[in-house]
């Protein structure tokens, strides 16, 4: 038997749908075209194929776009001019609600946050909303900083930036495969 690379999606219906959205209240960091299309060159991977990125410029109106190779010239390139940082409103019922509907019509099966240290809350609410309505979609964040100070004692030994954020993962990674 030959290895696998994993499981293959078979049907349309298998298709992972994952939107991506910046909600930081600053000037989004270095890196983050280079974590948008990172991402969506991984879903355009063969076992993957037919997989969606959907670019959010608004979590509530629903102001989206498919995020595919015509983007391919923003990578490295400073700024976040692909997908501008909008802030997270002040999360309420309403709010929620209008961002459970821009999920379950694009069929999110994840929803990445770009955000800083100090939207972290917001999207901990965010998740908990989704958990408690059964959501099926799955929010995660990845965290930036412009200064690269993002201080997480007790998890990560290190100031956490992109570049760093990418050598420790890495790392965690190559001790899981030993």
């Not at 270095?30 to 991402?39: A, D, P, R």
């Not at 999207?123 to 201080?151: D, E, N, P």
């Amino acid at each position: 038997q030959q290895p696998s690379d994993g499981p293959s999606i078979g049907s349309a219906a298998d298709r992972l749908h994952i939107g991506i959205a910046s909600v930081s209240n600053a000037v989004a960091a270095s890196g983050t075209h280079n974590v948008i299309l990172g991402l969506g060159r991984y879903l355009s991977s063969a076992k993957l194929a037919g997989s969606v990125l959907w670019g959010i410029r608004s979590l509530t109106k629903g102001d989206e776009f498919v995020i595919d190779e015509e983007y391919k010239y923003y990578l490295n390139q400073a700024g976040s001019d692909l997908l501008p940082a909008v802030p997270l409103s002040r999360l309420s019922e309403r709010i929620l609600g209008q961002m459970t509907k821009v999920c379950d019509r694009l069929q999110l099966a994840g929803l990445v946050l770009l955000c800083g240290p100090s939207e972290l809350t917001e999207v901990a609410q965010i998740s908990q909303h989704f958990a408690k309505m059964s959501i099926s979609t799955v929010v995660t964040a990845v965290i930036h900083s412009l200064s690269g100070w993002v201080q997480l004692p007790g998890w990560i030994p290190a100031n956490l930036g992109f570049d760093s954020a990418s050598c420790i993962l890495a790392e965690a990674a190559g001790n899981i495969a030993l």
